[in-house]
C-alpha cells in the first residue's frame, strides 16, 4: 500500500497549535476527534452501528449509477473529501471505469489507510493515492490536489456538511471546485424533525467516542450531554463535556484550567430539508441537480453543479 502523503495543515506542530487553540475556545474542531488509531476504531464502530445499514447505503449507489451514466472519462479521479472508512466513497467507485484514479482524504491518517485498504480489496491494479489535509485551514489545496490527483474530477462530500456551521466549510469547498468538476455530496436530514432522530446521537456508543478527547488530555470526572440547538434558520446537535471538577488541559506548552460547572463543545451535527439544503448551497454558486433519498428521508446524496458567479 502506497504510504499516505501529509499536508503541512495536518503536520505534527500545526496540530498542536490547533490543539490549543481548540482548547482555548472551548470548542473541539471535529478533526481531533479521529486522530488516534482508538477514535477511528469507536467512530467505525459507531458508524457501523447507526449508519451503515443497507437503507442508509442505498441511495450511494443510486446516486453512482446516475453520475456513472453521464461521467465521459475513463481516467479521471474520484476525490474523497473525508473519505472515513471509505464505505460509502467505494460505493461511487464501483460504478466507475476501472481506470479511474482513487484519492481518499482525510485529517485521520488511520482513516486513509482503512479506506485505501478497503478499495484494494476489489480495485487491484488502481491508482490510488492517499493524502492527509485539513480541508477546514489549508489554504493551497487547489494546488496541493493538482500535484496529485488528474484534470477530471469527481468529488465526494459525505458526511462533512454535517459538522460544521455551512459558513466555515462551504468557502472551503467552493475554493476547489472548478466548472468541470461534479459534485457528490451527503447531508443528515431531518424530515419529521429533531426529536425522532435523537437516539442517533445521544447513545453510549457516540458519549464513548466524544469523551476521548478530554480524557487523552487529562479531564477526571464529567459528562458529555447531547443537546438541540439553533443557529439562524438551522438546527442542530451539538455534544458538550461538562466538567465535574477543576482541571487543567494542556497543548502546545499552554494550560488551561477549567472549573466545575464549564464545558467544552466537542461536535455538531447540523441537519437540514432538501430545500434548506438548496437554499443553503446557493450563495456558493453549488446547485443540487439529482436526489437520492433514504425511504425514511433522513440522509441524501446529491449530485451538484458549480458555477462561480
Not at 475556545?25 to 486522530?35: G, I
Not at 456513472?68 to 466507475?96: R, T, V
Not at 489535509?133 to 489554504?139: Q, S, V
Amino acid at each position: 500500500m502506497n504510504e499516505a502523503l501529509v499536508h503541512p495543515s495536518q503536520s505534527p506542530a500545526q496540530v498542536e497549535i490547533d490543539r490549543a487553540e481548540c482548547i482555548r475556545q472551548r470548542n473541539v474542531a471535529a478533526k481531533f476527534h479521529y486522530e488516534t488509531d482508538r477514535q477511528a476504531a469507536l467512530w467505525l464502530k459507531l458508524h457501523e452501528r447507526h449508519a451503515s445499514s443497507g437503507e442508509m447505503i442505498q441511495p450511494y449507489g443510486e446516486a453512482a449509477k446516475a453520475l456513472a451514466s453521464i461521467w465521459p472519462y475513463s481516467d479521471g479521479s474520484l476525490i474523497a473529501l473525508g473519505c472515513g472508512g471509505g464505505e460509502k466513497d467505494i460505493a461511487i467507485l464501483k460504478a466507475l471505469p476501472k481506470g479511474t484514479h482513487f484519492v481518499p482524504t482525510d485529517v485521520s491518517k488511520p482513516l486513509v489507510l482503512e479506506a485505501a485498504q478497503i478499495a484494494g480489496g476489489f480495485y487491484s491494479g488502481a491508482a490510488v493515492t492517499l493524502l492527509v489535509f485539513d480541508l477546514a485551514t489549508a489554504d493551497d489545496l487547489p494546488e496541493f490536489l493538482n500535484q496529485h490527483a488528474g484534470p477530471n474530477r469527481i468529488y465526494t462530500f459525505f458526511g462533512i456538511i454535517p459538522n460544521f456551521p455551512p459558513r466555515v466549510i462551504l468557502p472551503r469547498l467552493r475554493m476547489l471546485l472548478r466548472p468541470e468538476d461534479r459534485l457528490l455530496l451527503s447531508a443528515n436530514l431531518a424530515p419529521n424533525g429533531m426529536e425522532p432522530i435523537l437516539p442517533q446521537y445521544d447513545n453510549d456508543e457516540t458519549r464513548e467516542w466524544l469523551a476521548e478527547f478530554p480524557k487523552a488530555h487529562g479531564v477526571g470526572k464529567g459528562e458529555v450531554k447531547i443537546t438541540v440547538e439553533t443557529d439562524g434558520d438551522l438546527q442542530h446537535f451539538a455534544a458538550h463535556f461538562h466538567f465535574q471538577k477543576p482541571c487543567v488541559m494542556e497543548a502546545n506548552g499552554k494550560h488551561f484550567e477549567f472549573c466545575p460547572g464549564d464545558s467544552l463543545q466537542l461536535f455538531v451535527s447540523y441537519r437540514y430539508t432538501v430545500e434548506s439544503l438548496a437554499d443553503t448551497l446557493e450563495p456558493y454558486g453549488i446547485a443540487i441537480e439529482d436526489s437520492f433519498l433514504t425511504t425514511n428521508g433522513e440522509e441524501g446524496v446529491f449530485i451538484a453543479g458549480f458555477n462561480k458567479h
